[in-house]
């Protein structure tokens, strides 16, 4: 029998021991791979929101909204006991999958007694918003739960979790990178797909 031969045999639990960690990590990096080559890169752009920088100075709260197919800021007066905390609204492109802030035009503060108003957003004129959770393409928004920082983290008591808004299709995951990270540390929802007008 050649030596090799051999020396399989006489060292077969070792060679499985050795062997079987590096198949696992074979099939893990397949099974993230594949779906990267067979699912096409999102083909549409999404509207996020986002909860913004504590303001005291601005007493109003907003809602966005997605209505016959436009976003809309529905702003109302703070009660004297609400928290300012001003949303924002947050564009991703999907062709160079770089997010921006749009730009609403907000009044400054509103007395207890105003009624709400209702504000279109104008940055989005010309373009359909379709208020569900997946895409025409197939993805969806999703918010995962990110561990760090790892092995050092948890001996030395320092593991924090974050969360990491990604886009979701069919087992490829594209992340997101915000704007900036400071005025994003609050959660961020979806409030729709971007189709030329006219699309369903």
């Given amino acids: ?99 921006r802030e749009i730009p609403v035009s907000l009044p400054a503060t509103m007395a207890e007694n105003d009624p709400p108003q209702t504000i279109v957003v104008e940055a989005l004129a010309g373009r359909r918003v379709l208020a569900q959770s997946k895409a025409p393409d197939g993805y969806e928004f999703d918010v995962r739960t990110r561990r760090g920082p790892g092995l050092v983290g948890d001996l030395f008591g320092m593991n924090r979790y974050d969360q990491a808004p990604t886009l979701v299709n069919r087992g490829r995951v594209v992340p997101i990178v915000l704007p900036s990270a400071a005025p994003y540390q609050a959660p961020v929802y979806s409030v729709g797909w971007l189709v030329d007008e006219g699309a369903r």
């Fill in 1 to 99: 029998m050649p030596r090799g031969g051999r020396f399989l045999r006489d060292n077969a639990f070792l060679v499985a021991a050795f062997a079987l960690p590096v198949a696992v990590v074979l099939l893990f990096v397949l099974a993230s791979a594949i779906p990267r080559w067979t699912v096409p890169p999102p083909a549409y752009d999404l509207v996020l929101r986002a909860a913004g920088q504590y303001d005291p100075a601005r007493r109003i709260s907003v809602e966005f909204t997605v209505r016959d197919g436009r976003v809309e800021a529905i702003v109302r007066p703070l009660p004297s006991h609400g928290y300012p905390q001003i949303g924002s609204l947050v564009l991703l492109e999907h062709s160079t999958m770089t997010a």
